[in-house]
């Protein structure tokens, strides 16, 4: 099937021109909302564009995301220590991650590329059918995010991360 590209007669010959161009439009404002504010955090913290004048390593920025991205299944919405949505952390440090690469920053230190993650994937996945048929009769219940309504849950404000504490000062004698 033939894809139509616009350009019928009466149409504005930029429409025609701009239909060819990248759909800029398509990425939701939410998420540029939410991103732009992680990346105001990190403006602060780190000074603005800093992954494109220091290397950044891939390593440091996909940990960041994992922590984020777990911290948000467990149910947390904000970043502790900033307030921010982890979506929006997740958001604007993959956003970082790309443009570090257009800039010519960014070191890519992933893991030695070996068969063996894929040929574990490839041996596992049989095993998920067999589950799934051995407890099909079944029908537990699931628990999720929905099921802490009135349950209080006690925050510590504890950093999930210890801050490292200076050894004391000693005056020479």
Do not use: W
Request: aromatic share 6%; with cysteine.
């Amino acid at each position: 099937m033939k894809r139509k590209v616009h350009g019928t007669k009466g149409e504005n010959p930029k429409d025609v021109v701009g239909a060819l161009k990248l759909p800029l439009h398509l990425f939701p404002p939410a998420a540029i909302a939410h991103g732009c504010l992680a990346m105001l955090d990190g403006l602060l913290k780190y000074g603005r564009n800093n992954f494109r004048k220091k290397p950044i390593k891939a390593s440091g920025y996909v940990a960041a995301i994992l922590r984020h991205a777990l911290a948000y299944l467990e149910g947390e919405d904000e970043a502790q220590d900033s307030g921010v949505s982890h979506l929006g952390h997740i958001l604007a440090t993959a956003a970082i991650m790309v443009d570090a690469q257009a800039a010519g920053t960014f070191i890519d230190d992933r893991n030695f590329a070996g068969q063996g993650y894929l040929k574990l994937l490839e041996e596992l996945q049989p095993k998920v059918l067999v589950l799934l048929r051995k407890y099909e009769d079944r029908n537990p219940r699931h628990f999720t995010i929905k099921d802490n309504h009135g349950l209080k849950i006690k925050r510590t404000g504890r950093r999930a991360t210890p801050r490292l504490r200076r050894a004391p000062r000693t005056r020479p004698r």
